[in-house]
């Protein structure tokens, strides 16, 4: 079976890379490196660099590979930024995906595994967050993901696509080769291991007045790995059904502050950090439920302790430390 996966070269998308060679898949890379690092995947893995945007690259990539399922990370992901400048999100995140289903229509490539976000659901009403919450995102990111996983219910619709969406809470920790690391770096815990480093002075709590047990934002923290198995089960296990979308989270929350103090014990560094005001738009409490990608994928994470997760980052990004900086 041969897997096209857009944005190959990122933080998440390398890692599902890594893995499916190791199962053996064949896997064509398409990635613009807006965000990713090319010597995360193998040299030897064909590879196109370029944006899903562009339709005659598009269309070399499929008429040289016979494709059978897409695997699409490729996104611009940083919900500050979208405040400011939502047309890129749209752009990205919105045409270049209906570019690429278009070109899976006219090659006949119908199966695709998305990587949507808890963004959709913006502030919570219960948790943990299952399936049916409502969606009402309240940023251009989310909102700009929350489309287009309206396009690919219309075009299963009227197409026939068959689609996975998986909604990610946070993805955290690293593999051997992948961690978080992107630029600006948004993401709590590789910046808290910035201050451990030198490279940040101190890290920001954005709000310590939430209605949380300590005041500070509580967050789902998933290890990329456990993450990018979910999508080999739904991959390898690609039932009758067409369509259907899965929460991805361990169903736990650690706020701010234990995520701090979390790092604290691991790194046996003091991480100084200051309170600053609330970010507009940060719920202050996300958490997945995990129950229906339990159930139906027969998913079982297996990196569930904080600890686990933020002792991988810290081991890579210590390896990493030029390239993170
Ligand atoms: N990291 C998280 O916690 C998280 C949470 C929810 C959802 N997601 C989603 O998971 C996916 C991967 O996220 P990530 O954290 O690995 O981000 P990332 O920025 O590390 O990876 C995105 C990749 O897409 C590539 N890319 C961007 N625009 C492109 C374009 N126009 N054409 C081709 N390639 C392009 C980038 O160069 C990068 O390699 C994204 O779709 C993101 O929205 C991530």
């Not at 064909?46 to 399922?69: A, H, M, Q």
């Not at 396009?151 to 946070?170: E, K, M, S």
């Not at 007045?209 to 500070?216: E, L, S, V």
């Not at 046996?268 to 950090?273: A, D, K, N």
Request: aromatic share 10%; hydrophobic share 35%; proline share 5%.
């Amino acid at each position: 079976m041969a897997i096209l996966v857009t944005g190959g070269c990122g933080y998440i998308g390398s890692v599902c890379v890594q893995r499916l060679i190791q199962r053996n898949y064949d896997i064509i890379v398409l990635d613009n490196l807006n965000t990713g690092h090319k010597e995360t995947i193998d040299p030897k893995i064909p590879y196109y660099e370029g944006t899903i945007l562009d339709k005659e690259l598009l269309n070399r990539i499929f008429s040289e590979n016979k494709i059978d399922v897409v695997m699409h990370f490729a996104a611009i992901t940083t919900i500050e930024e979208s405040a400011t400048n939502p047309s890129i999100y749209f752009n990205t995140n919105v045409t270049g995906g209906i570019c690429l289903l278009d070109i899976m229509r006219k090659y006949e490539c119908n199966k695709i595994i998305f990587s949507s976000t808890a963004a959709v659901f913006g502030n919570p009403k219960y948790t943990p967050i299952d399936e049916n919450h409502p969606t009402n995102p309240v940023n251009s990111y989310g909102s700009s993901k929350l489309m287009f996983e309206q396009i690919l219910f219309w075009y299963q619709q009227a197409y026939g696509l068959n689609y996975r969406i998986f909604r990610y809470f946070n993805a955290a920790g690293a593999t051997e080769i992948s961690g978080d690391n992107h630029h600006p770096e948004n993401h709590l815990i590789p910046n808290i291991l910035k201050v451990v480093l030198g490279i940040k002075k101190e890290i920001s709590i954005y709000g310590s007045d939430y209605d949380t047990p300590d005041g500070t934002c509580i967050r789902d923290y998933i290890h990329v790995v456990d993450l990018i198995e979910a999508h080999i089960l739904s991959l390898e296990n690609w039932k009758a059904n067409p369509a259907t979308t899965y929460n991805l989270g361990n169903e736990k929350g650690y706020s701010v502050l234990e995520v701090v103090e979390t790092a604290k014990r691991i790194t046996g560094h003091p991480i100084p950090s200051k309170i600053s005001d609330r970010r507009p738009g940060d719920p202050p409490v996300l958490i997945a439920s995990n129950f229906k990608a339990k159930k139906e994928l027969r998913w079982r994470p297996k990196f569930l302790s904080l600890e686990n997760i933020i002792t991988s980052q810290w081991k890579w990004q210590k390896r990493n430390y030029k390239a993170h900086k």
